[in-house]
């Protein structure tokens, strides 16, 4: 069993506010950026990487690249606007079949147990992505009023990696090109297929490092696994 990744990581990371890269803060002296790769790198089951980025950020990521000793990146390959063509743009390189990976960078937290068991359900079903059961009550408000109160219990919050059959992504993305389809993930591409995308449980430390505080989350994880 084994994988290829894209790891989308050409975002500006507004929400963060570091004015630059939010990939390129450190957590514990290491950048964001490079705990994400570790996982990967150290994964012997990961034939490879494509790492999308953002020009302004080539320099820096090369040198890191080099630093950290991370030698499965198969390329660098410039970002879109949007997350969707910045993966389209490392999905267009690989020419191999097998499972793909999507993971952004932005989530350093990921396992690599729980990276098999996704790319294993997805070596059996074509589809399979990785969320964790919604803790909070869920309700759906339109104009600052509570229409209706979802039922939790068939609410997932959905995180990355994603893992897909090489062909089957591609069809998707470029239907979803075709149908000017803007999905918020790349399971939602897929879906737009009506091929079936199968759950497997992850974490709930498998956090995405959004705003300024996620950095206070993300100093605790790493604690809590050193010890
Ligand atoms: N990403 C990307 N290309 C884009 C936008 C996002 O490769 N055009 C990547 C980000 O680098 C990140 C992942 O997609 O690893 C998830 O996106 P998000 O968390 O939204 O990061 P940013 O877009 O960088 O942050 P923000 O939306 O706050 O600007
Ligand atoms: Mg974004």
Redesign the pocket.
């Known amino acids: 069993m084994t994988y290829q990744v894209i790891i989308?990581?050409?975002?500006?990371?507004?929400?963060?506010q570091a004015g630059k890269?939010?990939?390129l803060l450190e957590i514990n002296d290491i950048p964001v950026l490079v705990h994400t790769l570790r996982v990967f790198e150290e994964d012997e089951a990961c034939s490879g990487i494509i790492l999308?980025i953002h020009p302004q950020d080539e320099r820096e990521i090369s040198a890191l690249l080099k630093k950290y000793l991370i030698s499965k990146v198969l390329s660098l390959v410039p970002?879109?606007?949007?997350?969707q063509?910045?993966i389209y743009n490392a999905l267009k390189t690989v020419k191999t079949d097998g499972i793909i990976l999507v993971h952004?960078?932005?989530r350093p937290f990921i396992r690599k147990d729980h990276i098999h068991r996704l790319t294993q359900k997805a070596e059996e079903t074509g589809a399979a992505i990785m969320g964790v059961p919604a803790k909070d009550t869920m309700k759906k408000v339109i104009n600052g009023v509570v229409m209706e109160t979802v039922e939790r219990s068939s609410l997932w919050a959905v995180q990355t990696p994603q893992a897909f059959r090489v062909s089957l992504l591609k069809k998707a993305y470029k239907t979803a090109e075709k149908d000017k389809f803007l999905g918020t993930d790349d399971a939602s591409l897929v879906e737009q297929l009506d091929h079936p995308v199968s759950i497997v449980e992850g974490d709930y430390d498998n956090i995405?490092l959004?705003t300024p505080e996620d950095l206070y989350f993300a100093e605790a994880i790493i604690k809590k696994r050193e010890k």
């Open positions: 989308p990581a050409a975002g500006l990371g507004k929400r963060m890269n939010k990939l999308a970002g879109g606007d949007e997350r063509h910045s952004d960078a932005a995405k959004t």
